[in-house]
């Protein structure tokens, strides 16, 4: 019995390939063109960087720590700190853009805090940025 399973089994599955690849082999060729087309797409999306370009931020931090130190005396305080505050943004931005270490998100108003700007300033020229 095993010999006459075995030599139906043979022709058998010969055949549903012989049936099949045609049909399976045109559907491949319609889905290839598609299939590339949403690699490249996904391969260019993992290539863009995730934030604005390194430049940019640079000329950003420049441009927004120097409004910070032209404020005159008698600016209203809210200005200030969300000017302030716009400047420790750009500053962890930047360190995500070039992978420097900061703890400003964690690192409560004052003196302890204007120590990490300046280290992080720094630390981000050391990493090539011009920064103030």
Do not use: N
């Not at 604005?52 to 931020?57: C, K």
């Not at 032209?70 to 360190?95: K, M, V």
């Not at 003196?111 to 920064?131: F, K, M, N, P, Y």
């Amino acid at each position: 019995m095993a010999d006459a399973t075995g030599s139906v089994a043979g022709p058998l599955v010969l055949f549903a390939v012989v049936s099949l690849a045609p049909s399976a082999l045109f559907w491949c060729a319609l889905r290839v063109p598609a299939l590339y087309r949403w690699l490249c797409e996904h391969r260019r999306e993992r290539l863009r960087p995730a934030g604005p370009p390194v430049e940019r931020l640079s000329a950003d931090l420049r441009r927004v720590h120097r409004q910070l130190a032209s404020y005159p005396p008698g600016t209203p305080a809210a200005r200030r700190i969300g000017t302030r505050q716009a400047y420790d943004e750009l500053l962890q931005t930047a360190c995500r853009a070039v992978g420097v270490e900061h703890r400003l998100d964690s690192t409560p108003e004052g003196i302890d805090r204007d120590l990490e700007r300046l280290r992080i300033e720094e630390s981000l020229r050391r990493e090539g940025l011009a920064v103030p």
